[in-house]
């Protein structure tokens, strides 16, 4: 089946630096991917819709300039975190849409624990 | 507001006992219902979805899931649980199919010997 990898699965920076978290769509091709944070013990929360080719969009709330996102394949979406602080640790999980028809599923990746020190 | 609810943080049941979570939706049309499950500190895989037509939908591992448009619920079933069930359990609901999801707040299972 399709498949959605995250990289790197586990993540400690220091404080103040950035960190890039790569989401790669293993067997098919996403013109659409989606980038979500959870915290622990709780529910998904959607952080921006990234367009191969275009600028993502981010929900409301959400820093654009601190949390920067580049779609610039078919197979490739990166989350950059920029001057990252403590709380930013976080599990970050992408996912990425084969295909643009309502019926065609949503893949998941398996996740990438932030720790920031 | 469009929004999805799962009443139960945390359910327990035993190895071999049916089971039920609960899943409630609140939109103006039918929309796209989703079941996610999530082992600890994995990705999320989907078990079924429901886009239109046959309200009860079959998924992977046994699970099923019943839409209810008079009670805007999507509750997920399994007849008989097994140790490797124990998860958390996401609903999830889109107003357009394969757009961003928005996520209830998960039901924990813990199964018992």
């Known amino acids: 089946g399709a498949v959605v990898s995250q990289h790197p699965s586990w993540v400690i920076c220091k404080s103040g630096t950035s960190v890039k978290i790569e989401c790669r769509s293993l067997d098919f091709q996403a013109t659409t991917m989606f980038w979500y944070r959870q915290f622990p013990k709780q529910s998904l929360m959607l952080m921006a819709t990234s367009n191969e080719g275009s600028k993502a969009t981010y929900e409301q709330g959400v820093e654009k300039d601190k949390f920067l996102i580049n779609h610039a394949s078919l197979t490739l979406s990166t989350l950059t975190v920029t001057s990252a602080h403590p709380e930013d640790s976080s599990f970050y999980i992408c996912s990425a849409r084969m295909g643009q028809g309502a019926g065609n599923t949503i893949y998941f990746g398996e996740g990438s624990w932030l720790t920031v020190v | 507001a469009q929004s999805v609810t799962q009443p139960d943080i945390h359910i327990t049941v035993s190895e071999g006992a049916s089971l039920e979570l609960r899943c409630n939706y609140s939109y103006g049309a039918t929309p796209y219902l989703f079941w996610y499950v999530q082992s600890p500190g994995q990705g999320l895989q989907l078990l079924l979805k429901?886009?239109?037509?046959?309200?009860l939908v079959q998924g992977i591992k046994g699970f099923e899931a019943e839409f209810k448009r008079s009670q805007s619920s999507f509750n997920l079933r399994k007849p008989s649980v097994h140790w490797s069930d124990a998860a958390e359990y996401f609903c999830?609901?889109?107003?357009?199919?394969?757009?961003?999801?928005?996520f209830g707040t998960g039901t924990r299972l813990t199964i018992i010997p």
């Open positions: 429901y886009f239109s037509g046959d309200t």
């Open positions: 999830a609901f889109s107003p357009f199919g394969n757009e961003k999801l928005t």
